[in-house]
């Protein structure tokens, strides 16, 4: 495990995976922005032995790896292509690894760019949460070049519980959409039977207890009805994150042709629910959409 991964983005999700990272021996290197929240976990990241650095371009030289965990492909594309970010100090050999979610099109376009100068791209985005990426149980679906994805393998095994190289460069982001979308669609299937529930006086406990022997369960229905019973929407993933992906999920139904009337109207609800003020709450608090929604 020699490689020396280069961290943008320690976060909610990036501070687990850096922990994780540290705590099996791995050399981490970041860089982090001047404000009272990336402080904060730059603190921490510091605190486990990474390493922060002033730049960009200390990073890229550095470090072998550079790994990104940011909000969107805008992001990435901002710190690959744009003069201000890490894009013009890599040099080839290198390999950039995008966990974030982001849509395959422009992954699939900068791996072109990338690897024109000998760099390697490969998008590895995670199914779970910041508890998964506390306890270093993630799922990381990567696409792209293999050899890189063997190279880095070890490294990806301090974080994750199972790890799959699913094809070449967007099969990673493409397959963490559909993921989303899925798991998306479920939370607001349960968000609208549970505000129906309470609408007409189902007491909720019972509600769960039957669900949760019958063919309605689901993993969704275990991590968000207890929560949602005792009011808890401590933020965990920002409803805005949601929104995100499901508008990526019916732009890449669109450009394939695939029929999404339930991908578009999924995109509707979440649209109403930022609209209406709920985009940095968690996304389970779509139950309060619900129940508010006149």
């Known amino acids: 495990m020699h490689q020396k991964p280069g961290f943008i983005g320690v976060g909610i999700m990036g501070s687990g995976i850096v922990k994780n990272m540290r705590q099996a021996g791995v050399p981490v290197f970041f860089t982090a922005r001047e ?28 470090c072998e790896v550079i790994m990104l965990c940011v909000p969107d492909s805008n992001v990435v594309e901002s710190l690959l292509r744009d003069a201000t970010g890490i894009g013009p100090h890599l040099r ?9 979610t982001s849509y395959p099109a422009s992954t699939q376009s900068l791996s072109k760019e990338l690897g024109e ?3 390697t791209l490969l998008d590895a985005p995670l199914t779970g949460s910041k508890v998964q990426a506390e306890t270093g149980e993630l799922n990381v679906i990567c696409g792209g070049d293999k050899a890189a994805f063997e190279r880095l393998t070890p490294i990806f095994e301090t ?3 199972n790890l799959f190289h699913v094809g070449p460069s967007g099969s990673g982001h493409a397959i963490k959409l559909i993921n989303n979308y899925l798991g998306q669609a479920i939370l607001a299937s349960i968000c609208e ?28 229905f275990q991590a968000f009805v207890p929560r949602m019973i005792n009011r808890d929407f401590t933020v ?8 995100k992906d499901i508008r990526y999920v019916n ?8 029929p999404a009337p339930l991908a578009a109207a999924l995109l509707s609800i979440h649209d109403m629910a930022t609209g209406r003020g709920f985009g940095e709450e968690d996304v389970g608090a779509l139950l309060k959409f619900y129940e508010e929604f006149q």
Do not use: C, H
């Not at 080839?92 to 974030?100: E, K, R, T």
């Not at 732009?251 to 695939?258: D, H, I, P, Q, V």
């Open 236 to 243: 965990n993933f920002q409803q805005k994150f949601a929104r």
């Open 117 to 119: 100068r000998g760099i």
């Open 35 to 62: 404000n009272e929240r990336a402080r904060a976990y730059a603190a921490t990241a510091s605190g486990q032995g990474a390493v922060e650095v002033a730049d960009f371009a200390a990073l890229a030289e550095a």
């Open 193 to 220: 039977s549970v505000s129906f529930a309470g609408k007409f006086g189902l007491d909720l406990q019972s509600v769960f207890d039957a669900v949760s022997v019958s063919g309605g369960n689901s993993p969704f």
């Open 251 to 258: 732009n890449l139904f669109r450009e394939s042709g695939a």
């Open 159 to 161: 974080i994750s519980a």
């Open 92 to 100: 080839s050999g290198q390999i950039v690894v995008d966990f974030s």
